[in-house]
């Protein structure tokens, strides 16, 4: 089959939202198909420029696919008369986080018009395709709650998940992700504050600009806890990845609200490790059970500490969490198996 898997991308900047694509393609040509990965730049700031991207969408042409599947906003504008969503999130600023600190635009009568035309533009794009698939419980419901459709939950796999293994368990808990404010990592390093316990943390990763990397060594410092802080601003490899999960003794994952239970979940769970994270987290809560793979804290430094206390205090109980962890995957039916039957059905 002629497969054409379509997505948008902010340049220079690598997530989860690349992967899910790159690892299906592979998935797919593994299993015979012609693959076409069709990636298309889109910025969602300024609000003004929207319509004239999503315009271009409705020019592009993939009539030669037998099927195309969507992925990042605005891909689902693309036409083609068998096209699949896999639908990972809206742009939030103009959705749920329309009411947030996170929409980094004014709340102006020109805007809200522009937030009832997308969802407007959106849901008719979306009633263009013959089967909706989310990556979470989570996107489901907002898929229902702002543009009335409905959905399958398709819970996205990681890639080679036979190359995360455990090694061991020593006394830092990591958090590999995204350096970004909406992430939390500072959350943690407060957190660290009030632990009575000498657990140490490791952050890795990047953002979208040096700013949020500096101000969590800053914090580092203010909250005297530098000499039991690790904070790598940059790309992680594979490779770093892998080796730092086999050996920690848990991962730590605190998202507001996100789309889904995120990839730093999973390869922690691959990982044999338990994983921390809050009861805001949003798609988070629908992989990690309270007790049983990992503990849901609340979202404050002092309820973080107690987590992260307990971790190192009972390292019998972490290490059964951990084990429960890779299990939780197996109930879930998160899987490349699954993934294939569902997307090709």
Not at 17 to 35: P, Y
Not at 85 to 90: D, E, G, M, Q, S
Not at 197 to 203: A, F, G, H, N, S
Not at 209 to 221: R, W
Request: charged share 25%; net charge negative.
């Amino acid at each position: 089959m002629k497969i054409a898997l379509c997505s948008s991308f902010m340049p220079f900047i690598r997530g989860g939202g690349r992967n899910i694509v790159d690892w299906l393609a592979s998935t797919l040509t593994e299993a015979g198909h012609q693959v076409e990965v069709v990636y298309l730049p889109e910025l969602d700031s300024p609000p003004d420029i929207l319509f004239q991207q999503m315009m271009a969408l409705r020019w592009v042409d993939l009539q030669a696919a037998d099927r195309i599947i969507c992925f990042r906003p605005q891909a689902h504008l693309i036409p083609h008369p068998h096209k699949i969503l896999w639908f990972i999130h809206h742009i939030r600023t103009f959705y749920d986080l329309w009411d947030s600190p996170y929409r980094d635009f004014p709340d102006t009568a020109h805007n809200r018009a522009i937030r009832e035309s997308l969802i407007d533009v959106d849901t008719r794009a979306m009633g263009e395709a013959k089967t909706v698939f989310t990556n979470s419980k989570v996107v489901s419901e907002r898929l229902k709650t702002f543009n009335g459709v409905e959905s399958e939950v398709l819970y996205p796999p990681v890639f080679e998940p036979e190359r995360f293994f455990s090694a061991g368990y020593n006394d830092e808990i990591v958090c590999i992700c995204r350096l970004e404010h909406y992430k939390r990592q500072h959350l943690l390093i407060e957190a660290l504050s009030y632990t009575k316990e000498p657990v140490r943390l490791r952050i890795m990763g990047t953002g979208a600009s040096p700013d949020y990397g500096i101000a969590l060594q800053q914090k580092a410092q203010a909250c005297n806890v530098a000499d039991r802080v690790i904070v790598e601003d940059r790309w992680i490899t594979e490779e770093e990845k892998v080796e730092h999960l086999s050996q920690c003794l848990a991962a730590a994952y605190l998202p507001i609200d996100e789309d889904s239970y995120g990839y730093p979940s999973l390869e922690a769970s691959h990982a044999q490790k338990a994983v921390l994270t809050t009861s805001d987290s949003g798609g988070v809560l629908e992989l990690i059970q309270d007790g049983y793979n990992g503990y849901i804290a609340e979202p404050t430094p002092e309820s973080l500490a107690r987590a992260m206390d307990k971790l190192y205090r009972d390292k019998n109980v972490t290490e059964a969490m951990g084990k429960n962890a890779r299990q939780r995957l197996v109930d879930l039916k998160i899987s490349w198996s699954q993934v294939l039957e569902r997307l090709l059905a």
